[in-house]
């Protein structure tokens, strides 16, 4: 098992571009999430998909999209990238039990000049 | 919102030297969770508590979780090169909504 993957591992992109940065899981888990991870800020969440075709906003989702394709993939998209964008992205799944822990992807580090 | 905070930000050791990191939040949770970040690597889960008064080992790591379900608490003993990273805290409020709110975490270095 692969667990949580992300594509890409590093993106350098250029204010007001676009991007699509894709996430799957193979643990069969219902819910996946994205975080961003800035210094001294944690972990926030941006987007998370409860299950296949349902998608909420979470703490932090101003200037991204996503789209749950399928139970396996989530996909976080920057339409207009901005330099406040910059960060590390996390995908997550996890299991629909009691207790909802967590499986992170190795991350992206993303920098918007 | 619900908001959690983890203190200290940071914290050096001398290693063998104990370590505790405290997280606490501002609204009562159904359980609360705790990861650790290895640098340059992803969170990765280390444990869960449920019931109020609750407390766990894992080795040399003890958690609790408080009675109010308001607070918890990591405290490493005897501290190894190989605990250094940031720990979070992360709960899950009473409503079922599958969200977790991360503490801001403290990362540990060790002084060898």
């Known amino acids: 098992n692969a667990g949580v993957t992300q594509t890409p591992k590093f993106q350098v992109l250029k204010t007001g571009q676009s991007m699509t940065l894709q996430c799957a899981q193979d643990?069969?888990?219902?819910?996946m999430y994205w975080y961003r991870q800035d210094p001294g800020m944690g972990l926030r969440l941006i987007y998370y998909s409860a299950s296949e075709g349902t998608t909420d906003k979470g703490e932090v989702p101003n200037g991204y999209n996503v789209s749950r394709l399928n139970k396996r993939e989530f996909s976080l998209r920057l339409e207009s990238a901005a330099p406040s964008q910059t960060s590390v992205y996390f995908c997550?799944?996890?299991?629909?039990?009691?207790?909802?822990?967590?499986?992170f992807g190795p991350g992206t580090r993303l920098t918007v000049t | 919102g619900q908001q959690v905070m983890q203190i200290p930000q940071y914290q050096h050791v001398q290693e063998g030297e104990d370590f505790t990191t405290y997280c606490n939040s501002s609204t009562t949770l159904s359980n609360i969770q705790w990861y650790k970040q290895r640098p340059g690597g992803h969170p990765v889960f280390l444990i869960q508590?449920?019931?109020?008064?609750e407390v766990k080992k894992q080795k040399r790591l003890t958690f609790q979780f408080g009675e109010a379900k308001k607070n918890s608490s990591l405290h490493i003993t005897a501290t190894q090169t190989t605990d250094v990273g940031t720990y979070f805290c992360?709960?899950?409020?009473?409503?079922?909504?599958?969200?977790?709110?991360f503490g801001t975490g403290t990362r540990l270095t060790i002084i060898p």
């Open positions: 643990m069969n888990h219902n819910s």
């Open positions: 508590l449920v019931k109020s008064g």
């Open positions: 992360a709960g899950l409020g009473n409503f079922g909504n599958e969200k977790l709110t």
């Open positions: 997550a799944s996890g299991r629909q039990t009691d207790y909802y822990e967590q499986y």
